[in-house]
């Protein structure tokens, strides 16, 4: 199960502190309802506690956890995942250690669900898009890649106002009037790329956490470079 936090955790190593170890607990215990109906056949109705869930997990701060993650107290990602199912006579009692790992260890240490990247495309009009055709040509990108405005003139004009938006379909090529009179292209250094996060960062923080260990192998090759000189 992933957990929310912040990135204030050290790897694991061999001692488990309270900078590099979460404590949870799980203490649940399944009963009868004594105001189930008589009739009843749903376990949930039936029992008390039948179905244990990660919602039922408890944080137990250790060290000074309590004030480090004030602003962003663990807790799972899904409340919903079901653990066991249980009868009447059956409990749980256990407590559990999570610990931060790093993704080349085990995929399961990966914050990170789908990373990518793609070029910023540019699309360039060469000629005048004639009044007529203004709409079909907007109707040829993705919406809100094209703008039509009316000039000092009272004319419809298309403007390209949000490339970043065009998946690149390359339909307006299709059309014999456009396919002269429009340039498709991308920018070779403008790079957009796109996370997506397993629950247990936000996409923002992960970006930032790339670059830090980017930054971190660059000074390290700067170093050995200098070493060697």
Excluded at 119 to 147: N, Q, W, Y
Aim: net charge neutral; proline share 5%; aromatic share 6%.
């Amino acid at each position: 199960f992933e957990f929310r936090t912040n990135t204030d955790m050290d790897k694991w190593e061999d001692n488990t502190t309270d900078l590099n170890t979460i404590e949870l607990e799980l203490k649940v215990k399944c009963s009868r309802n004594p105001h189930a109906a008589k009739d009843a056949t749903d376990p949930e109705e039936l029992y008390k506690n039948s179905r244990v869930l990660t919602e039922q997990m408890t944080w137990k701060p250790i060290g000074n956890q309590a004030d480090r993650f004030s602003a962003c107290p663990i807790r799972p990602v899904h409340s919903d995942i079901l653990i066991a199912k249980m009868r009447p006579g059956q409990e749980i009692d256990v407590r559990l250690h999570a610990v931060k790992g790093l993704g080349r260890d085990h995929a399961k240490f990966s914050p990170v669900a789908t990373a990518s990247y793609r070029l910023m495309p540019e699309i360039t009009i060469t000629s005048p898009i004639p009044e007529e055709s203004v709409e079909k040509f907007a109707k040829c990108f993705s919406e809100g890649v094209v703008s039509i405005e009316v000039d000092e003139t009272g004319r419809k004009v298309a403007k390209i106002v949000r490339p970043r938006l065009d998946t690149c379909s390359r339909e307006v090529l299709r059309h014999d009037e456009f396919k002269d009179i429009v340039k498709l292209s991308r920018i070779r250094d403008h790079f957009i790329f796109s996370i997506e996060s397993t629950g247990a960062l936000r996409p923002a923080d992960l970006m930032r956490e790339a670059i830090k260990l980017m930054m971190s192998k660059c000074q390290s090759v700067l170093s050995s470079e200098v070493l060697h000189r």
